[in-house]
């Protein structure tokens, strides 16, 4: 079986690398290549995405820019990716199955299977439509997206959503049949994100993930302003210098620690009491799969994507988004080190028996040879 994945619009295998994900991302691909499925990853990269075939031997790598040169300017490289499917021809032309990474870039996919009459599964890791009506955008952008989404949603032989409200969202929006969707929840390497011995850093929150205003980190520092508390970041984002500027002018103790790599998450983890994420909204988070993989008590908003994850007070505190309602939630848990072992087992069953790897490659093929 040959499976061509197109990468969300823009991404190469150094974008991942550059962003720590890099083994996170494809940690998937090379579990359903060693049960005989050959991949090839077709990114917007140029020749520096060659640097990685030793470090992911079976799978084939096809940069758009190494076959093409890079446009200059964003209309022209748009435009220019509606040639992909033409460039590789001959590749797509012998797939069984196209797969899209995210709904950004899928357009490629869809060309490739009207073109070629190939199978095409949409993958959607959060729901871009979903995002996109809750963000500060353009209507024409809003448009466009939307018609995006419609066109690969009606054209996708099988549609792979990483949430049950990604799925209703879906299905209301687009008239789409519940037949053609699949929900499998974002995977998590148990094996890597895993409890580990370690001293706890006392009164010390974690949160994980970009400096955004999706993410309502201003209501998390007003959460803890005031308190003994300190707040450590992983992650960067266009809010950081206000960020920064928020805290210093209201003496609230945050330490912004960059980004981390995936893989050295797990230790950085297991040293906190809790993680935190107080998110307007949120697809199928795996930030906060990951520390609950990791045995950690959990604090998410309850909002969707959230919701479907946390069972309050069973594997983790689902809280508002209000500054208030947040500052409760971490007082119920901080100093409680017996809830915080409790939850953090509730989070660990959760993760092995909905999201593991194992079961993600398992849940991965029989989507495939249900196509085939």
């Given at each position: 079986m040959n499976l061509i994945l197109f990468f969300t619009y823009g991404v190469s295998l150094r974008t991942w690398d550059e962003k720590g994900l890099l083994d996170r991302e494809v940690l998937l691909y090379q579990k359903i290549a060693k049960d005989g499925v050959r991949v090839t990853f077709v990114t917007y990269g140029d020749e520096g995405d060659y640097a990685y075939k030793?470090?992911?031997p079976d799978i084939e790598i096809l940069p758009f820019y190494a076959f093409t040169r890079r446009p200059s300017f964003r209309i022209l490289?748009?435009?220019?990716?509606?040639?992909?499917?033409?460039?590789?021809?001959?590749?797509?032309?012998?797939?069984?199955?196209?797969?899209?990474?995210?709904?950004?870039?899928?357009?490629a996919a869809v060309i490739?299977?009207?073109?070629?009459?190939?199978?095409?599964i949409v993958r959607c890791g959060y729901e871009w439509y979903k995002f996109v009506t809750k963000e500060a955008v353009s209507l024409p952008r809003k448009l466009a997206v939307f018609f995006a989404e419609w066109l690969a949603y009606?054209?996708?032989?099988?549609?792979?959503?990483?949430?049950?409200g990604d799925r209703e969202f879906v299905l209301s929006k687009f008239r789409i049949k519940n037949s053609k969707i699949t929900v499998n929840y974002n995977f998590i390497d148990t094996g890597l994100f895993k409890p580990i011995t370690s001293d706890i850093k006392k009164d010390h929150l974690l949160y994980i993930g970009r400096l955004s205003r999706q993410k309502n980190l201003f209501s998390l520092f007003d959460a803890i302003k005031g308190s003994a508390w300190t707040?450590?970041?992983?992650?960067?984002?266009?809010?950081?210098?206000?960020?920064?500027?928020?805290?210093?002018?209201?003496?609230?103790?945050?330490?912004?620690?960059?980004?981390v790599a995936n893989n050295k998450l797990p230790e950085i983890i297991n040293q906190y009491p809790l993680v935190i994420l107080p998110s307007c909204y949120e697809g199928n988070p795996k930030v906060l799969l990951e520390a609950m993989s990791c045995g950690c008590a959990v604090i998410g908003a309850d909002v969707d994507g959230i919701r479907e994850i946390i069972k309050n007070n069973?594997?983790?505190?689902?809280?508002?988004?209000?500054?208030?309602?947040?500052?409760?939630?971490i007082e119920g848990i901080i100093n409680d080190k017996?809830?915080?072992?409790?939850?953090?087992?509730?989070?660990?069953?959760?993760?092995?028996?909905?999201?593991?790897?194992?079961?993600?490659?398992?849940?991965e093929l029989s989507v495939y040879k249900g196509l085939t």
């Open positions: 030793d470090r992911l490289t748009f435009l220019h990716s509606l040639l992909l499917p033409f460039i590789i021809r001959n590749k797509v032309k012998n797939a069984d199955i196209l797969k899209t990474n995210q709904l950004s870039g899928s357009w490739g299977k009207l073109l070629y009459r190939k199978k095409l009606r054209t996708a032989d099988r549609i792979i959503l990483s949430s049950h707040l450590d970041i992983i992650g960067d984002g266009e809010l950081e210098a206000e960020l920064t500027g928020y805290a210093r002018a209201n003496n609230i103790r945050v330490n912004f620690l960059g980004r069973v594997n983790g505190v689902l809280c508002g988004t209000n500054a208030e309602s947040i500052k409760g939630a017996e809830l915080q072992e409790r939850l953090g087992r509730g989070a660990r069953l959760f993760v092995e028996e909905n999201c593991s790897i194992e079961a993600a490659v398992k849940r």
